[in-house]
């Protein structure tokens, strides 16, 4: 699995479909959600695999790349939304409460909507992530994070937009352009 399979994998309509039914909300609102807030989800990831957290976030990932994401309908079900919020709000850090109300208001929810698509799309992140960096650790976990970003824009632009070009309309699906400006910000 590549960085574009693990965004194509989260914001697949089986993962749109699972979060929904967990989180208790329309799928449309976990696309504008999800759209809003992976670059602050991947940033915040990046912050973890290079920060003086590294190593327990190192474990967390092997913890989690253990959950069988092959079948994310019975993933979503057994989706443990209290861990969920507890990874948020470590990839989000102390800035949690102000980000989470930038996603809510870029996605046109309300906090609580917001925060239960965090808590049930976070647990399928890291066990994405996990799956991806097995074996990784300390500056080869940071380099996979700065390189799920940095060196795979194009592809990963081109699938969330709903196509392989970057070039596709922005409306081709809720949220694409907020996430393209979040990706791009992250890149300066």
Do not use: C, E, R
């Not at 948020?88 to 409460?97: D, P, Q």
């Not at 208001?105 to 960096?133: E, I």
Request: aromatic share 2%.
């Amino acid at each position: 699995m590549d960085a574009s399979s693990i965004l194509s994998t989260l914001l697949s309509s089986s993962s749109i479909k699972g979060i929904s039914k967990a989180a208790g909300t329309s799928t449309a609102n976990v696309t504008s959600v999800l759209s809003a807030a992976v670059p602050s989800l991947l940033q915040g990831a990046s912050k973890q695999a290079s920060g003086s957290t590294a190593a327990s976030f190192a474990q967390a990932l092997t913890d989690h790349a253990q959950a069988d994401t092959s079948n994310l309908t019975s993933f979503f079900k057994n989706a443990d939304l209290t861990d969920g919020s507890k990874i948020v709000s470590h990839l989000l850090g102390a800035k949690a409460n102000s980000t989470t109300t930038s996603i809510s208001k870029a996605a046109g929810t309300d906090s609580a909507t917001t925060k239960s698509v965090l808590s049930a799309a976070a647990p399928l992140l890291m066990s994405l992530l996990g799956q991806q960096s097995s074996g990784s650790s300390g500056n080869a976990l940071s380099s996979l994070m700065s390189g799920l970003v940095s060196n795979n824009l194009g592809s990963i632009v081109g699938n969330l937009l709903g196509g392989g070009s970057s070039s596709s309309s922005s409306s081709s699906k809720p949220g694409a352009s907020s996430l393209l400006n979040g990706l791009m910000g992250m890149l300066k």
